[in-house]
T-cell receptor
């Protein structure tokens, strides 16, 4: 079974600085998808960024980018120019290509942004 | 609002009662997923449905829990004879098509179920 591990339960960053959130996963499959979701205090689940495992190029969405290391099964999220609104729980998630459509989530990491 | 709609936002039940959670997918989406989030935990998959069909219920507890997605109307997650351990946030997500690669799941705001 696939598992997703977020080893850091909490992190903090100064406003305007850069922070990297780590995520590792375990799978025997070669094709899959990885996601980062954000959950602010309102408890919405907001898709931040996604990566297809077959793509070597790291995904980027404005201030958010990933460092996808397929061999190491690592999928970290970098937030540049951190803003107060980035404060939230961040969840890393995995989905198989084809087959089951379920997302497998990590336990999450709480990000605090200090002014 | 064209997003995934869940209601109620908060639901309080006493032990032994039934809880019904509703989810209307985004317009144009025909695939629905239910997840449960216990305090301080990530979301755990429960069930995946298409209209009138359960596709994957591998995450559903064997007893007391059921889900449906009828031809007309919202998807319903039903919990019978609730117990304290059912207290959690229940999230619904929808996607345009399942089995088509990388159709993202869009989440609702969740229903927070509290059992007294």
């Amino acid at each position: 079974a696939q598992t997703v591990t977020q080893s850091q339960p909490e992190m903090s960053v100064q406003e305007a600085e850069t922070v990297t959130l780590s995520c590792t996963y375990d799978t025997s499959e070669s094709d899959y998808y990885l996601f980062w979701y954000k959950q602010p205090p309102s408890r919405q689940m907001i898709l931040v960024i996604r990566q297809e495992a077959y793509k070597q190029q790291n995904a980027t969405e404005n201030r958010f980018s990933v460092n996808f290391q397929k061999a190491a099964k690592s999928f970290s999220l970098k937030i540049s120019d951190s803003q107060l609104g980035d404060a939230a729980m961040y969840f890393c998630a995995y989905k198989t290509q084809g087959g089951s459509e379920k997302l497998v989530f990590g336990k999450g990491m709480k990000l605090t942004v200090n002014p | 609002n064209a997003g995934v709609m869940q209601n109620p936002r908060h639901l309080v039940r006493r032990r032994g009662q039934e809880a019904r959670l509703r989810c209307s997918p985004m317009k144009g989406h025909s695939h629905v997923y239910w997840y449960r989030q216990l305090p301080e935990e990530g979301l755990k998959f429960m069930v995946y449905l298409q209209k009138e069909n359960i596709i994957d219920e591998s995450g559903m507890p064997k007893e007391r829990f059921s889900a449906e997605f009828p031809k007309e109307g919202p998807s319903i997650l039903r919990i019978q004879q609730v117990v304290r351990g059912d207290s959690a946030a229940y999230f619904c997500a929808s996607s345009k098509q399942g089995g088509i690669d990388n159709q993202p799941q869009h989440f609702g705001d969740g229903t927070r179920l509290s059992i007294l």
